[in-house]
């Protein structure tokens, strides 16, 4: 942990240093964070490109590079001592090379020349002069993106540029960071496999994509075709944002997928009921945006229509999840209990799914982007298309971090009894099962209530009981929201 806690402090130190350059340029925290990502972005594709070198020539076999000779990284980014000429350079001929569809000119047209052209169509140069360019680009170069700390470095990475940027990538319908131990716990349970399509139709940072990634790796030797299939044929992913998608990007690259399917469109609009099987997904993992609004002339798509950002997201993973498939959704408290549209997307999920599980997951678990509850609702699309029969729930209170802004880590976390009991369904005093019929005489309604826990505010932790408070609240505005809806929809 020392190692890990010593190269975050580095790698938050080089962001700060490149951070005030730019700050001093002129250029403010959100154009200075989008300057970041793509100069992060080549530079970790530089060095992935280095290993992919080293490999072949391990193998006897002929590697080009994409980005070669005067484009890669690792020549022009060291020329800082012709600055004007550094900026000249980038600001003309590569740029050309990384968005020109002209193949003579550009990347070619294969999906990682697309790529390429999808993120930086929508990205731009701040840095205005040689001499505070070159010293930004002396900061990035600083960077290791390197086997055994790529992943734990670039997760501190995006986490600290959502929240400089909180306001603009927080803000379309509550974008979030999902933190790495609830992505991994979740890719757990599902168990993607080789051959299986895994999509997340909001993959932000790809940090879903790229553990389940990972998870297929680690679990058997790949064939030649199965590698082949992993790079082009498993991963799929819809970002709305093109500084997210580009954070993604970079991060599936590290991760080894140079040709996942990654599409910069709002998913929500391309949305469609009617998918065929053969173009389902057996896997699903998602933390879609919530405490959105979506405009009623985007909702005509969907079977159950709703403003809620939350609830068009779950249809929209219904619909896409194959006969035999499994998915895990993180969704705020309010899906799990609130009437109208939510009540009729719970009873189609519960009537045509396999609801068998809901980690309920403490307040505060995704600060400091939000202090709302959430929940994580694992589901099975069955061959025989059969519902749910009874739904496991486990009550976690210690995710292993502490539950403040600081979320530094604490001892005592309970992911490791919720995989050891969730197979098995075992009964405890964190976990309890409620039968169909139950849910069905209650109207659906799914909130995680721990039959063994006794509200007894006299013996309750103070930090438990401000985020019951909390939590209360939360459920209190989603109710106000819904009955703002209902009078919306009378006038």
């Not at 020349?113 to 999808?118: D, L, T, V």
């Not at 960071?177 to 139709?201: C, F, L, N, W």
């Not at 939000?370 to 994580?376: D, P």
């Not at 069955?382 to 001892?411: A, C, H, I, M």
Request: aromatic share 10%; net charge negative; glycine share 6%.
């Amino acid at each position: 942990m020392d190692q890990i806690d010593h190269r975050r402090q580095e790698v938050q130190q080089i962001v700060k240093n490149a951070c005030d350059q730019l700050n001093a340029e002129g250029v403010d925290a959100r154009n200075y964070v989008e300057q970041l990502a793509w100069l992060f972005f080549l530079k970790a594709f530089d060095e992935a490109e280095s290993r992919r070198e080293q490999e072949a020539s391990f193998n006897d076999t002929p590697y080009e590079r994409r980005l070669g000779g005067e484009f890669a990284w690792s020549r022009w980014a060291k020329d800082t001592d012709h600055p004007d000429e550094m900026l000249e350079f980038v600001d003309g001929k590569l740029w050309i090379k990384l968005t020109s569809p002209d193949p003579t000119k550009g990347l070619g047209n294969d999906p990682l020349a697309q790529r390429f052209r999808r993120i930086f169509d929508n990205v731009r140069n701040y840095s205005r002069r040689g001499a505070g360019f070159a010293k930004v680009v002396q900061q990035v170069d600083k960077l290791r993106f390197s086997s055994e700390t790529d992943v734990i470095v670039l997760s501190e990475i995006y986490e600290d540029l959502l929240k400089r940027v909180a306001a603009d990538s927080a803000g379309y319908a509550g974008e979030f960071y999902t933190q790495r131990h609830i992505i991994r716990a979740m890719v757990q349970v599902v168990q993607p496999k080789s051959g299986e399509r895994v999509y997340d139709p909001c993959f932000g940072t790809a940090g879903f994509l790229g553990e389940a990634a990972d998870f297929v790796r680690k679990q058997s030797v790949l064939s030649s075709q199965q590698l082949y299939d992993l790079q082009h044929q498993t991963f799929y992913g819809n970002e709305i944002k093109p500084l997210t998608y580009l954070l993604g990007s970079m991060n599936m690259i590290l991760h080894g997928i140079e040709g996942a399917n990654l599409e910069l469109v709002n998913t929500l609009e391309v949305h469609s009921h009617n998918v065929a099987e053969k173009d389902r997904y057996r896997v699903i993992l998602a933390n879609p945006p919530y405490g959105g609004k979506m405009a009623q002339e985007l909702q005509t798509n969907f079977r159950v229509r709703s403003g809620a950002t939350e609830c068009l997201f779950l249809q929209h993973i219904m619909a896409s999840l194959a006969r035999g498939g499994r998915a895990a959704v993180i969704v705020p408290e309010g899906v799990l209990f609130r009437s109208g549209p939510d009540q009729k997307v719970r009873r189609e999920l519960l009537e045509q799914f396999k609801l068998h599980t809901i980690l309920s997951l403490p307040a505060g678990c995704f600060l400091p982007y939000t202090g709302v509850k959430t929940n994580v609702m694992f589901f099975d699309r069955t061959e025989d298309g059969s519902g749910t029969e009874s739904v496991w729930y486990y009550d976690l209170t210690n995710d292993g971090f502490e539950l403040k802004q600081t979320r530094k880590p604490v001892s005592g976390s309970q992911l490791p009894d919720f995989l050891a009991k969730w197979q098995e369904r075992a009964v405890s005093e964190n976990s309890w099962i409620v039968p169909i019929a139950d849910i069905a005489a209650k109207e659906f309604d799914l909130s995680a209530k721990n039959p063994r826990k006794i509200d007894d505010y006299e013996h309750r932790p103070a930090m438990e009981l401000v985020q019951s408070i909390k939590a209360k609240e939360a459920r209190i505005v989603d109710l106000l929201d819904e009955i703002e809806s209902l009078l919306e929809l009378r006038q």
